[in-house]
C-alpha cells in the first residue's frame, strides 16, 4: 500500500466514524443536549475569549503599532 493509499484509506474510515458518532450523538437526547450545551459554552466564551486575547496580544507586540487612518 502507497503513502498516499494508507492517506486515503485513514481519511474514509476518520469520516465514517465522525459520522456513525454523529448519528449517536443526535439519536439520543442526553449527549444531543450535551453537544448543544458545549457548542453553545464554544460560541459564547471559548471564541470570544481567543479573539480577544489575540487582539491583546497584538497590541502588545514590541515594534507594533496602530494602523494609520486614511485621511483625505
Known amino acids: 500500500m ?3 493509499n494508507a492517506h486515503t484509506a485513514a481519511n474514509v474510515l476518520l469520516g ?3 459520522a456513525v458518532a454523529g448519528y449517536v450523538v443526535l439519536r439520543n437526547p442526553t449527549l444531543r443536549r450535551a453537544a448543544w450545551r ?3 459554552i464554544g460560541l459564547t466564551t471559548t471564541i ?3 479573539l480577544l486575547r489575540e487582539a ?3 497590541g502588545a507586540r514590541p515594534g507594533s503599532r496602530p494602523r494609520e487612518t486614511m485621511t483625505m
Open 38 to 40: 458545549a457548542v453553545r
Open 56 to 58: 491583546t496580544a497584538r
Open 16 to 18: 465514517v466514524a465522525g
Open 48 to 50: 470570544p475569549g481567543y
Open 2 to 4: 502507497t503513502q498516499a
